[in-house]
T-cell receptor, first 111, second 111 residues
Framework: SQQGEEDPQALSIQEGENATMNCSYK?????LQWYRQNSGRGLVHLIL?????REKHSGRLRVTLDTSKKSSSLLITASRAADTASYFC???????????FGTGTSLTVIP | DAGVTQSPTHLIKTRGQQVTLRCSPK?????VSWYQQALGQGPQFIFQ???????QRGNFPDRFSGHQFPNYSSELNVNALLLGDSALYLC??????????FGSGTRLTVV
């Protein structure tokens, strides 16, 4: 079974607005990563946050991690039409080296 | 610096047949992981290869098997194909620990 779940399943916003998506997971982790996928193609790594970190920034991306709640959020600021894609969180449990993906959030940015 | 290369990009097979998918990892990476992604779902971990051995395995039947070669490239074999095996198969390479680099995937359709 999948480790994480994203919320919402789908999100539609206007260009320029901020998009926030959330990820909840089940077990203790070493790190959590966010990936982007365009139209069923391969996944592109966006950002990694380690279990001892609470917040991380990369360009227009801001990721938070709350290990006590087993949750993370991804914020995309000043969204663009090109941000339209599916976004997945992936967790690396501290019991192994594989990553478990959530169910994904489908983001649509309307020009 | 070549990324992860997967072949073929698309494949159509008949139920009951066998299929082999191939993956060449990113230069410098020694670990290959395989994922199955059904339409509208997140990637599901199949197995991971390191030093030519299966190191971790997800919840997939024995019909799914793999191999890693001395040059770190890998194959995924699926026997006795079922309609439910239709999916995007993703290969990801990494160092022993660290972020994944994904290939563009092989789209398998079983008819």
């Amino acid at each position: 079974s999948q480790q994480g779940e994203e919320d919402p399943q789908a999100l539609s916003i206007q260009e320029g607005e901020n998009a926030t998506m959330n990820c909840s997971y089940k077990t203790s982790i070493n790190n959590l990563q966010w990936y982007r996928q365009n139209s069923g193609r391969g996944l592109v790594h966006l950002i990694l946050i380690r279990s001892n970190e609470r917040e991380k920034h990369s360009g227009r991306l801001r990721v938070t991690l709350d290990t006590s709640k087993k949750s993370s959020s991804l914020l995309i600021t000043a969204s663009r039409a090109a941000d339209t894609a599916s976004y997945f969180c992936a967790t690396e449990p501290n019991t192994g080296n594989q990553f478990y993906f959530g169910t994904g959030t489908s983001l649509t940015v309307i020009p | 610096d070549a990324g992860v290369t997967q072949s073929p990009t698309h494949l159509i097979k008949t139920r009951g047949q066998q299929v082999t998918l191939r993956c060449s990892p990113k230069s410098g990476h020694d670990t290959v992981s395989w994922y199955q992604q059904a339409l509208g779902q997140g990637p599901q971990f199949i197995f991971q290869y390191y030093e030519e051995e299966e190191r971790q395995r997800g919840n997939f039947p024995d019909r799914f098997s793999g191999h890693q070669f001395p040059n770190y490239s890998s194959e995924l074999n699926v026997n006795a194909l079922l309609l439910g095996d239709s999916a995007l198969y993703l290969c990801a390479s990494s160092l022993v620990t660290g972020r994944y680099t994904f290939g563009s995937g092989t789209r398998l359709t079983v008819v």
